[in-house]
């Protein structure tokens, strides 16, 4: 018996649609309190988007995505190269792995403080921060690393015999056989790293120093109770993150399409 499966974009609308009916359904059993509720309404979120306007969320939400695109090219840079030295050096294997463990285990709090001290936050309003850009960049260097080394680790053990027969080096089969085997697997971990590149930069804007990002937005609605605004921030930031995922999956399928499993057109 052939069971039909939904295409992608039709699960995805059922599941946003299902999302928001229940968002609706709670936002009118939950009671107001005050000015307003602190679960308001899908329209009336959409209306505080309105009211606020283009002009209120995008200087903000540039600053974040400036500070997010910079830590995710530092981040993924710093975990491509750790995890090529493994193939190249195996005996520093337990060193890195456990560095990419404690840069995803090391609780932000306890060095939020430390890095605004060490890096500072944004010198002009406008500017990216460095410590949203450190706190960005350190969220993807564990996916990126555990991602890569999965991939490079995963390449045909016969190609590479071949390449050694021949001579080549470590180095020669990390070049002509594991990065082409590990494609897959890396584009995947750098697809991942993208919302979570613009969660560091958030996060990393939450410890001060800085005017202008989605965090000093959020912060300002939380002390004036503003719930309609912080979902619509919400509501942005989430939009933000699937669309850099869904922009890095198409890229994913166009440099590696044989990754989907399906047969490529010769």
């Known amino acids: 018996m052939n069971v039909r499966r939904l295409p992608g974009w039709a699960s995805a609308l059922f599941g946003a649609v299902a999302i928001v009916a229940v968002w609706w359904i709670v936002s009118a059993l939950v009671p107001a309190e005050g000015q307003f509720s602190p679960i308001p309404s899908p329209p009336a979120v959409l209306a505080a988007m309105a009211d ?66 060490i890096l500072g936050g944004a010198k002009t309003p406008g500017d990216p921060s460095a ?70 930069a958030v996060l990393g804007e939450y410890f001060g120093k800085i005017e202008r990002g989605v965090g000093p937005v959020l912060v300002a609605a939380q002390v004036s109770l503003n719930s309609p605004r912080v979902w619509a921030v919400f509501l942005l930031c989430a939009i933000v993150a699937i669309a850099g995922y869904a922009l890095l999956g198409l890229v994913g399928r166009a440099v590696a399409p044989w990754s989907t499993g399906r047969k490529v057109a010769a």
């Open 52 to 117: 606020d306007g283009f002009g209120f969320y995008w200087p903000n939400f540039s600053v974040t995505l400036a500070e997010a695109g910079i830590g995710y090219l530092y981040g993924n840079l710093i975990g491509l190269i750790l995890a090529a030295l493994v193939l190249v050096l195996p005996w520093l294997d337990g060193v890195i792995n456990q560095f990419a463990v404690v840069t995803y285990c090391v609780p932000i709090v306890a060095i939020g403080p430390l890095a605004i001290v």
């Open 131 to 200: 410590t949203a850009v450190f706190f960005a960049a350190l969220s993807v260097v564990f996916t990126t690393v555990v991602g890569s080394l999965l991939g490079l680790k995963a390449a045909d053990k016969a190609s590479l015999d071949v390449v050694a027969v021949y001579g080549g080096s470590r180095l020669t089969q990390l070049r002509k056989v594991r990065l082409i085997a590990a494609l897959p697997a890396i584009l995947n971990a750098l697809q991942i790293a993208v919302p979570t590149a613009f969660l560091g």
